[in-house]
């Protein structure tokens, strides 16, 4: 079985700070990826960075990069020169690298970017 | 290119009534999946198709509950009788291929049973 944790059920950030929203994870799968969604107030659901967990770097994408960290089972979102445009619901996901498909979901932290 | 649609965007129903979701992958997409997510809660796995065969249903709530994917392309999950704890998103993703990367995700339907 798999779990998200995300204990930051939501952030105030000032504009241009970076923001760092956090996830653990725990699971039995020996590969696995982990996912970074981002939900406006629009409701669609953005793909915004990937980590497998044999990737020997951490992923980044832009603004976005992921804090991998295996030992621990964390793998936080770091967002530079946070934006007004960056205020969403964000969730971090996992899924077993092989077979089985299904992504598991935390349940989110709400980020507000204060100008 | 289109990406994942979903009819009707909101949907208010009474209880014991009976409501029909539509999904539409993109188009080419073998994979297609279905989630909810309850007010507050995470965001949880209910099916997933491989073309039009069921790979994986494990997350389907109750016989209330009835997904199809017809010809392998788009999707309906159907609600027959809506319950009141059945109120909440529905998401539909799509990917190209087995054990891709990425799940492209709809806008979501909101259902509020009443």
């Known amino acids: 079985a798999q779990k998200i944790t995300q204990t930051q059920p939501g952030m105030f950030v000032q504009e241009k700070e970076a923001v760092t929203l956090d996830c653990t994870y725990d699971?039995?799968?020996?590969?696995?990826?982990l996912f970074w969604y981002k939900q406006p107030s629009s409701g669609e659901m953005i793909f915004l960075i990937y980590q497998g967990s044999y990737d020997q770097q951490n992923a980044t994408e832009g603004r976005y990069s992921l804090n991998f960290q295996k030992a621990r089972k964390s793998a936080n979102l770091v967002i530079s020169a946070s934006q007004l445009g960056d205020s969403a619901m964000y969730f971090c996901a996992m899924r077993a690298y092989f077979g089985n498909e299904k992504l598991t979901f935390g349940t989110g932290t709400r980020l507000t970017i204060i100008p | 290119e289109a990406g994942v649609t979903q009819f009707p965007s909101h949907s208010v129903i009474e209880k014991g009534q009976t409501v029909t979701l539509r999904c539409d992958p993109i188009?080419?997409?073998?994979?297609l999946y279905w989630y909810r997510r309850v007010m507050g809660k995470e965001i949880k796995f209910l099916l997933h198709f491989v073309k039009e065969s069921k790979q994986d249903e494990s997350g389907m709530p109750n016989n209330r509950f009835l997904a199809e994917r017809t010809g392998g392309t788009y999707s309906t999950l159907k609600v027959q009788p809506a319950e009141l704890e059945d109120s909440g998103v529905y998401f539909c993703?799509?990917?190209?291929?087995?054990?891709?990367?990425?799940?492209?995700f709809g806008p979501g339907t909101r259902l509020t049973v009443t």
């Open positions: 188009s080419g997409h073998d994979n």
């Open positions: 993703a799509s990917s190209p291929d087995y054990g891709g990367r990425e799940q492209y």
């Open positions: 699971t039995s799968d020996p590969s696995y990826g």
